[in-house]
């Protein structure tokens, strides 16, 4: 392979930034605003705030109706598994599965975006802090090794994380969802606020509370606040919701100390054994199949729990003839995803006489209670535990489907007023890491760029199966205490790991680099000036969505970096 560098002065740095996601783009703030001239590599096209094309668009305005043709559904096949592909006003947020194929020893739905801000334009926005009831799970009941730190050591940045992204939600005074830094939270509606009096009334264990969210109730920092038009998915131009293109990118091109590329794919840390330290890293052009090298002091790899670690694996040499950092031989392993899609909806009679404005962003939130190490809430079939996301709404104007045998102007003013109530919850509960949960490179199948494609071999396992019982149970027994009729549980055996969206731990932090990949500050073992600090770091994965540790733990990582870039140490 003809490598050019076009000139080495040009193509150095002092750090390198792979990915422009939430990680990333955390990545790039700290480390510009700290002084250091950074380079962001990012595999897809360019995305400015704003550059939303579908934002403004009304559904009668797409060629499809917002049905997508027969023929991206087939580029996109497994990205449609999501069922945001089969829209077209964000499907073009997801990869062609032609273009970039992945294998399967068993199921596994990995979504992903190519392009500048990834999925942070995508996210739900779900916002919660892992407590020391997270952080020392693995040492307690012996699943996976020990989290380096504890609450204490990241609450810190927790705060830093909360203060700019800005994260709308109320203080409970929890144990297990530690108090953060909030936004005013988004109002519930009078059936939610009934059922949290009813639920908590019925339960002592239990709260119904606001969810909290990266989403912003009141302008913030430049940012506006939300119009509530519910086009998320579409990409926020307000900036309401936090993504890097809105927030931290912005911040770091501020600084003058960023330098973006798009079309950038990283195929490799080039690995200096002289120093053992990451020189740089190589890249292939995405649009003229270019092959480049650029170099830096320190590499951040932010490009997602599988790139990052597909880049890690792909970096071979003498030393590490297994992927760069694989001494304990757990790099791809410990793969995790939220168990999800079980849970319990009703109707409820009352209330006919009140309605809501807008079309809130958020729900509400049931945090954790089981296996709290209270000695009350332990389960004697299953370890950890789940939260519940979820709300209440009128039924609108399509229940007139199953009014077919009504027509005219009866039918007509009927459809005008608002239907019933009818609440909802669904659950989300934790994957316990299993080393033979794992993925991996396959050299025999490659992208469009001839790069190794990745093969998953994951699965839910028995403790999982067994959580979701309960799952679906809980949530039946709350709405029923909250009053609602007709409640019916739901349970999809389908859900593979994935659809969740929050793949985590294949390069796995610990205290011994024998059983670990990354130390306590998000360092490669063996190379400590390449920090991991996307979902790959994950050492458990919590029953909470997980973006904003991630955010947290990029900002202290960077942050260390600076300081022992300083100490000559890296």
């Known amino acids: 392979m003809n490598v050019s560098t076009k000139g080495t002065a040009s193509h150095t740095y002092d750090a390198i930034v792979v990915g422009s996601g939430i990680s990333g783009g955390w990545a790039a703030k700290e480390l510009t605003e700290k002084g250091l001239n950074t380079l962001v590599l990012e595999r897809g096209r360019d995305v400015k705030h704003g550059d939303y094309p579908t934002a403004m668009m009304e559904k009668w305005e797409f060629p499809g109706r917002n049905t997508i043709s027969q023929e991206s559904r087939e580029r996109q096949a497994k990205q449609s598994r999501t069922g945001y592909t089969t829209r077209e006003a964000t499907a073009h947020w997801f990869v062609d599965d032609i273009d970039n194929p992945y294998s399967e020893d068993k199921a596994f739905d990995w979504c992903r975006g190519y392009h500048v801000g990834g999925r942070s334009l995508m996210w739900g926005r779900q916002s919660y802090r892992l407590g020391d009831l997270d952080f020392e799970a693995n040492a307690k009941d012996g699943f996976g090794v020990d989290w380096p730190l504890r609450y204490a050591e990241i609450k810190p940045w927790y705060d ?3 203060r700019f992204a800005g994260i709308s939600g109320q203080n409970e005074g929890l144990y297990q969802l530690p108090d953060g830094d909030f936004l005013p939270p988004f109002e519930m509606n009078c059936l939610e606020k009934h059922a949290k009096q009813r639920i908590e009334k019925k339960f002592g264990d239990r709260k119904l509370i606001h969810a909290r969210v990266a989403h912003l109730s ?36 501020a600084t003058g100390r960023m330098t973006l590329r798009p079309f950038s794919i990283v195929t490799e840390l080039i690995y200096d054994q002289e120093t053992s ?37 792909n970096s ?94 009866d039918l007509k003013a009927d459809m005008f007023a608002p239907g019933g109530w009818r609440m909802g919850y669904g659950s989300w509960g934790e994957h316990l890491p299993y080393h033979e949960n794992r993925m991996y490179l396959n050299y025999d199948k490659t992208d469009k760029w001839g790069m190794p494609t990745v093969t998953f071999d994951c699965e839910f396992k028995e403790n999982e199966r067994n959580m979701r019982k309960d799952m679906q149970a809980s949530a039946i027994e709350m709405l029923e205490a909250a009053g609602l009729k007709d409640v019916t549980g739901f349970d999809d055996p389908t859900s593979a790991p994935g659809l969740c969206i929050h793949e ?31 979902g790959s770091f994950m050492t458990s994965s919590s029953c909470v969505n997980p973006s904003l540790t991630y955010m947290a733990f990029t900002a202290r990582a960077a942050d260390h970096a600076v300081n022992e870039l300083n100490r000559h140490n890296i």
Not at 333 to 353: C, I, P, Q, T
């Open 160 to 162: 830093h994380a909360e």
């Open 218 to 253: 009141q302008a913030h920092l430049g940012r506006g606040g939300c119009h509530f038009r519910n086009r998320c998915s579409r990409g926020c131009p307000y900036g309401a919701y936090f993504s890097s293109n809105a927030s931290t990118l912005p911040a770091a091109a």
């Open 277 to 313: 330290r990451a020189k740089g890293v190589r890249i292939l052009d995405a649009e003229t199949g270019e092959a480049m090298e650029y170099y830096a002091k320190v590499v951040f790899l932010c490009a997602s729990a599988i790139a990052s670690t597909s880049i890690l694996l």
């Open 316 to 409: 071979k040499s003498d030393r590490f003839p297994t992927g760069l950092g694989n001494d304990s031989g757990e790099l791809g392993h410990n793969l995790m995803d939220h168990h999800f899609k079980v849970g319990a909806s009703g109707r409820y009679d009352g209330f006919e006489d009140m309605y809501y404005k807008g079309r809130r962003p958020t729900s509400t939130y049931i945090p954790r209670f089981r296996n709290l190490g209270d000695g009350l809430s332990d389960q004697k079939d299953y370890v950890r535990g789940f939260g519940y996301q979820g709300g209440a709404s009128r039924t609108n104007w399509t229940r007139g489907v199953a009014e077919l045998a009504r027509f005219g102007a």
């Open 504 to 534: 985590m731990g294949t390069a796995r932090m610990g205290r011994d680099p024998k059983t670990s990949v990354l130390n306590g500050h998000n360092q490669v073992h063996a190379v400590p000036n390449v920090f991991v600090t996307d």
